[in-house]
């Protein structure tokens, strides 16, 4: 059975910092692209970060330079590292994997607000 399990949301003040972690079981981590996504409340679901199984990464415009996204193959485990946050950031954050079929996890919730 596959499971993608985010955690690391919470509530944060702008320009605070937050770590999201996203442990996989049941596929071959190492085959997957991971990446994480974002939906607000009323928006279409968008793709925030992703890593490839070599490591290459991708960022939405709007978090270039402020999220940094990696993974640990030991650990089947890929993070959003989250700084410099904004309240347009608010928003449940998804884990996915993607290689031949895609997997999704249940989201956690990050909201920016003072």
């Known amino acids: 059975q596959v499971q993608l399990v985010e955690s690391g949301g919470g509530l944060v003040q702008p320009g605070g910092s937050l770590r999201l972690s996203c442990a996989a079981s049941g596929i071959t981590f190492t085959f997957y692209t991971m990446g994480w996504y974002r939906q607000a409340p009323g928006k279409q679901r968008e793709l925030v970060a992703t890593i490839t199984s070599s490591g290459n990464t991708g960022y939405v415009d709007s978090v270039m330079g402020r999220f940094t996204i990696s993974r640990d193959n030991a650990k089947n485990t890929v993070y959003l590292q989250m700084n410099n946050l904004k309240p347009e950031d608010t928003a449940l954050y998804y884990c996915?994997?993607?290689?031949?079929?895609?997997?999704w996890g249940q989201g956690t919730q990050v909201t920016v607000s003072s």
């Open positions: 996915n994997a993607d290689w031949r079929r895609i997997y």
